[in-house]
């Protein structure tokens, strides 16, 4: 047998990041594809059912073809749990130098594996990309209630961590204050965050320790409630109350905005009840490994190549199931004419063939900034439709292994002007500020929303890209794509009328 110590060492660590990156990015967890599939079964609307069925092919097309289920393969976290002494009841001990071989690893990872790297170099004064996916964010956890080592990994997503927060509630708050800013959390940014999302919220601790609590109440196996019959209730209560938003899978409506509700608590200072919703998305990928057998506490292994029934179709059927009848989907040629573009309804289920052209955050910028100084789109872009995206390399005679859509809102700062200046489609997913609606309406444009979290899939509708500018951006660069049938939602009309307002309207 080997021991414990000598698998607590910088080169045993590294060596298990590594091989966990490339599997976690591209295997879901059992435990969220069984939430998804048992949701799928039970969901009766219809924009919400096609959604969940889109994320079940997702996860076997990825396990098939060892491609990324997400396009944003995430930050990397490493947390090395340990307890006091291991199994045999020896004292644990840590060399100093434990993390120092971490970044070496996650740079292999995402190079061997062909993910996105989505790390900046400085937060606030160089946001350049590292173009390794480094600094890994790593950390140790003394956890004196249990013994041996577990290594927990995590690829979170940006989309679903800007969905995060932290708050300072008042003791007087008590169980009902912490309830009111869960659900707000939950009503303002779930559409934005891939859901079904899992729900991880932490009470107590300090400031700076609470967000790291949230995060680990992810680590839990989905449907396996606290040990503490108090929270457990409070689980279930909370999860009820998210679901019955209507928000639902992919923000498209629905009865299942949530697959689980995890909460941590702590002890706090008399004065303080931090509180932290950390939201997870439905492409989560976790692990947790017990290093003294190296047995995975918590399996993300799929279960066999079951694409849920579903039919992909290249040349006209998109994805053909039962929540959706073939002769609703309207068939949208990019560019789109006016005309046609004024035909379409919030809520329409549209198929989308012809040319659309990347472009996201950073791209923005430097579109406006042209816009600005010249009065004209740069690059031919007047007419055209953009797509927020940041897809993963090309990987398996596919243009990209992952494409999806990135959180629209993000743009918002561009998009009015963008729009008046002549793009008249976009296609991202979340919701949009009421600049973008009311330019929609004034431009007669349209926005679209498609899946977040079913990149591999979508991926399957892209033929061919072609480099435009701002390849020094990598993932962000402005790209010219054919594609194919490719299913979303029209989210704002030519008139204004908005799907998101429209579903918690109702609520």
């Known amino acids: 047998m080997i021991t414990l110590e000598k698998k607590l060492t910088a080169e045993g660590l590294a060596a298990l990041v590594e091989r966990e990156i490339k599997r976690l990015a591209c295997v879901l967890r059992s435990d969220v594809l069984d939430a998804l599939e048992h949701a799928m079964v039970g969901e009766t609307f219809a924009r919400g059912r096609l959604a969940l069925e889109q994320l079940v092919a997702n996860a076997s097309i990825t396990d098939e073809l060892q491609v990324p289920l997400c396009q944003d393969t995430g930050s990397v976290w490493v947390l090395l749990e340990v307890g006091e002494k291991d199994s045999l009841g020896n004292d644990i001990s840590i060399p100093a130098n434990i993390f120092s071989l971490l970044d070496d690893a996650v740079a292999r990872a995402y190079t061997q594996a062909r993910l996105r790297k989505s790390i900046v170099c400085d937060a606030l004064v160089d946001r350049q990309n590292t173009n390794n996916n480094t ?10 209630n249990t013994v041996g080592a577990t290594l927990h990994i995590m690829l979170k997503g940006g989309g679903s961590d800007n969905a995060s927060r932290v708050a300072m509630l008042a003791p007087g708050a008590g169980i009902e204050g912490v309830k009111r800013l869960v659900i707000d959390a939950v009503r303002e940014k779930a559409a934005s965050a891939c859901p079904p999302i899992v729900v991880g919220v932490a009470v107590g601790s300090t400031f700076d320790k609470v967000g790291g609590l949230s995060k680990r109440a992810l680590l839990r196996q989905v449907g396996l409630n606290n040990p503490d019959p108090q929270i457990a209730q409070l689980e279930r209560e909370l999860l009820a109350k998210i679901n019955a938003l209507g928000i639902g899978p992919g923000g498209f409506g629905g009865a299942t905005t949530a697959l689980a509700v995890n909460i941590e608590t702590a002890p706090s200072h008399i004065a303080s009840m931090p509180v932290a919703v950390n939201i997870g998305c439905n492409s989560l990928r976790s692990c947790s490994i017990d290093l003294e057998d190296e047995s995975e506490t918590m399996d993300s292994r799929l279960r066999g190549n079951d694409r849920g029934g579903i039919t992909i179709t290249g040349g006209g059927g998109g994805i053909t199931g039962d929540s959706i009848i073939n002769d609703q989907q309207i068939h949208l040629h990019l560019p789109a004419d006016v005309n046609q573009l004024k035909q379409l309804k919030a809520g329409d289920e549209v198929l989308l063939s012809g040319t659309i052209y990347t472009l996201r955050d950073v791209g923005h910028k430097r579109v406006l900034d042209h816009l600005n100084k010249t009065g004209e789109l740069p690059y031919n872009l007047k007419g055209q439709a953009l797509f927020y995206a940041g897809p993963t390399p090309q990987k398996e005679n596919r243009p990209f292994g992952a494409i999806g859509p990135t959180t629209a809102s993000r743009m918002d700062f561009a998009a009015p002007q963008l729009i008046e200046a002549g793009i008249n489609v976009m296609l991202a997913k979340g919701d949009r500020s009421s600049e973008v609606v009311k330019a929609c309406r004034t ?65």
Not at 135 to 144: D, G, I, L, M, T
Not at 460 to 472: F, G, R, S
């Open 443 to 507: 431009h007669n444009s349209v926005y679209l929303a498609t899946t977040g979290g079913a990149a591999a899939l979508l991926a399957e509708y892209v033929k061919a890209a072609k480099m435009i500018a701002y390849e020094d951006l990598g993932t962000e660069a402005l790209q010219e794509l054919t594609i194919e049938n490719m299913p979303a939602f029209v989210a704002i009309d030519t008139n204004g009328a908005n799907l998101y307002t429209e579903l918690l309207n109702e609520q």
């Open 135 to 144: 600094p890994c964010f790593a950390e140790v956890y003394f956890n004196h």
